[in-house]
């Protein structure tokens, strides 16, 4: 009886621990990628995008209230002062999400309707506000 318990949790911390593997692989390659849906149109960088550069102060992005201008294209990118969760921007309303890794790593994107949007890491612990004008 007591062999039978000991293969049981053996076999349960097994299972947990490839659902976790699975879970990570699973995470990591779609945050690898830029995901662009709904109210924003996928851009190329040039001379005309609106580029942002967003830093980290107080465990929350810096600035957290970004203008822009509807139907430009906007350039995002993270200073070195971020990491952690917060290297994963996403903008639910415009459908935009990336794991920005490096400084160098953008998000191009058109905003295509004015108003105000939220912003945040995919954890939700940083966050900020983005003003289309």
């Known amino acids: ?4 318990i000991e293969i049981k949790k053996s076999s349960l911390y097994l299972v947990g ?3 976790l593997i699975v879970l990570g692989i699973y995470f990591i390659s779609n945050t ?7 109210n924003a149109v996928a851009n190329n960088v040039n001379g005309d995008a609106q ?12 600035p957290n209230t970004i203008k822009v201008k ?3 294209p906007v350039s995002i990118s993270l200073d070195k002062s971020v990491y952690g969760c917060l290297r994963d921007f996403t903008i639910r309303e415009f459908g935009v999400r990336k794991y920005l890794r490096t400084p160098e790593d953008t998000i ?3 905003p ?3 108003g105000t949007f939220g912003f945040a890491c995919s954890m939700g612990m940083g ?3 983005l003003i289309v004008e």
């Open 1 to 4: 009886m007591k062999d039978q």
């Open 17 to 19: 621990i490839v659902i």
């Open 32 to 38: 690898g990628g830029n995901s662009i849906t709904g």
């Open 51 to 62: 580029n942002i550069v967003i830093g980290m102060k107080n465990f929350n992005y810096y």
């Open 70 to 72: 509807a139907n430009q």
């Open 108 to 110: 191009v994107f058109t």
């Open 112 to 114: 295509t309707k004015k």
């Open 127 to 129: 966050t900020g506000t």
